[in-house]
């Protein structure tokens, strides 16, 4: 599937989490306290090479950040994750991309986004990372970035045989060229009808849903359904894996975690079914603990954590 042990690249977004904790979310107009503030790193792609990082991949990372003491703190805490943070790009007179989180009762959250310097990241940016992609076994992205800098690196990855993951997150309608120089795709179930136009309400609609991202050119597809687990399709031919039954105290960067250890576990050569295992694993401690990067597992956490299934 890919080279095992090769270079992952991740391209993304990295942006300042503040986060509170309510008991429900206001209504327009309504002002309610919360409790547990607390500002902590995140953004899809950030959080997607920390997965990568802990988890054990060899993962350099292109992003943007702003010229301020948000972004310098940023790239330190990066640095100490274990990933390459060469590729970042500080861009003067602009700030750090901004997460407004709310957190409720359930777990579940809310959240408005100033993407700052992540909007600086140009296909121009991108270019200037043509070897590092070139070289990388894998090239993974999500859409916090401008579309069309996620076009311009797939193109680089597609033509030099680098794996292509995208996690289309936030949800968005994609051109149909993007989408052909996908290998690997990991939507939650509102990104897959936004892509396919197919409601995911049950394992026949996610099959569904599959198929018509396979009819695109996509060979894998990992359709995320919470805590049903995921529906994994390969050239048509596809299975829900269940999840792990946890506590979950907030799911900020779930799927992130369960994207970045995804890529790490199908790098290393393991089968897409043992790499979906180990990334519920991660996933399902990430969602026992608040925040978004300060959740996410390392290595002999996610290890411990399968020994104890076994």
């Not at 136009?197 to 394992?203: A, F, L, P, R, W």
Request: proline content about 4%; glycine content about 8%.
């Amino acid at each position: 599937m890919m080279n095992t042990t090769g270079k992952l690249v991740v391209l993304g977004s990295i942006n300042a989490d503040h986060i509170l904790n309510l008991e429900s979310f206001p209504k327009p107009g309504e002002t309610l306290t919360g409790s547990h503030y607390q500002v902590a790193f995140g953004g899809k792609g950030a959080n997607q090479a920390v997965a990568a990082g802990r988890s054990g991949a060899d993962i350099a990372f292109i992003a943007c950040v702003g010229d301020d003491d948000t972004g310098r703190r940023v790239c330190t805490q990066l640095a100490s994750d274990k990933i390459d943070i060469t590729p970042v790009a500080t861009i003067a007179d602009e700030s750090t991309g901004v997460a407004l989180i709310f957190v409720n009762a359930e777990g579940e959250n809310v959240i408005g986004i100033s993407a700052g310097a992540n909007s600086a990241l140009t296909p121009e940016r991108v270019n200037a990372q043509h070897d590092l992609i070139a070289q990388a076994s894998a090239l993974l992205m999500q859409l916090e970035s401008p579309v069309e800098s996620v076009l311009a690196a797939a193109k680089i990855a597609k033509q030099n045989n680098t794996s292509v993951i995208l996690n289309p997150a936030p949800a968005r309608t994609l051109s149909d060229e993007l989408l052909g120089l996908v290998d690997i795709i990991t939507p939650n179930e509102t990104e897959a009808e936004k892509l396919t136009g197919v409601k995911v309400e049950s394992d026949d609609d996610a099959a569904q849903a599959a198929q018509r991202l396979h009819d695109k050119g996509i060979n894998t597809v990992i359709i995320t359904l919470g805590s049903r687990g995921v529906w994994a399709s390969r050239d048509g031919k596809g299975q829900r894996v269940p999840g792990f039954k946890v506590e979950a105290v907030d799911t900020i960067a779930a799927g992130d975690t369960f994207n970045g250890a995804l890529v790490t576990a199908l790098l290393e050569g393991k089968a897409l079914s043992d790499a979906i295992r180990f990334a519920h694993a991660a996933a399902a401690i990430a969602v026992t603990r608040r925040g978004a990067q300060p959740s996410v597992p390392w290595r002999h956490e996610i290890d411990a954590f399968l020994q104890q299934q076994e």
